[in-house]
């Protein structure tokens, strides 16, 4: 069955970075796109970006561009994206979901979710 | 930026209740509207994909439709299970969240 499985939680300080990984598994990998959302407490979801596994091309929200990084490794499956210059407007839950390509890229499997926590 | 404005953003009903949201973007966006539901803890879950598609395993109580933008999700005949909040989609240009619908218990 298709996973995502992702983290449980990070904290970082002010003005750091973090990395977050999602292992995908039960699918080709690189035949899906892999996305990043995140939503602060009782916010709605917010779309970052986007990867493409097979090529390692990515598309960013214009919010996040010059501040997120979003990589892969094919052989572990493994997708990452990297937030720098963190601030506590940075501290919500970070989702990884998978989607097709274009705009048929409905997000059809999500991870669980990584606290990412930013504070002194 | 293509916008997503969701309606209403909160409302109470009661189970076996017709429910209607409705999801309008800045732009026409042709078909490419998806519908979510979230459950408090857990991260959303694929709904209708394309205005109107049923995804897989989830119960035909739940229909969408329109396209340009305005376009509709729809409860037949609400379930205790299906009080949640409701997030539209747009993948047209870049992806777009909605600000979400609420649904609670009358």
New interface residues.
Partial sequence: QVQLVQSGAEVEKPGASVKVPCKASGYTFINYDINWVRQATGQGPEWMGWMNPSSGDTGYAQKFQGRVTMTRDTSTTTAYMELSSLTSEDTAIYYCARSGFGANSWFDYWGQGTLVTVSS | ?VQMTQSPSSLSASVGDRVTITCRASQDI?K?L?W?Q?KPGH????LI??ASNL?SGVPSRFSGSGSGTDFTLTVSSLQPEDFATY?C?Q??S???????TKVEIK
Avoid: C, E, K, V
């Fill in positions: 930026d042709w490419y998806h979510y979230q991260a959303p879950n694929l994909y394309a995804q997030y989609q993948t047209y870049d992806r777009t969240f909605g600000q979400g």
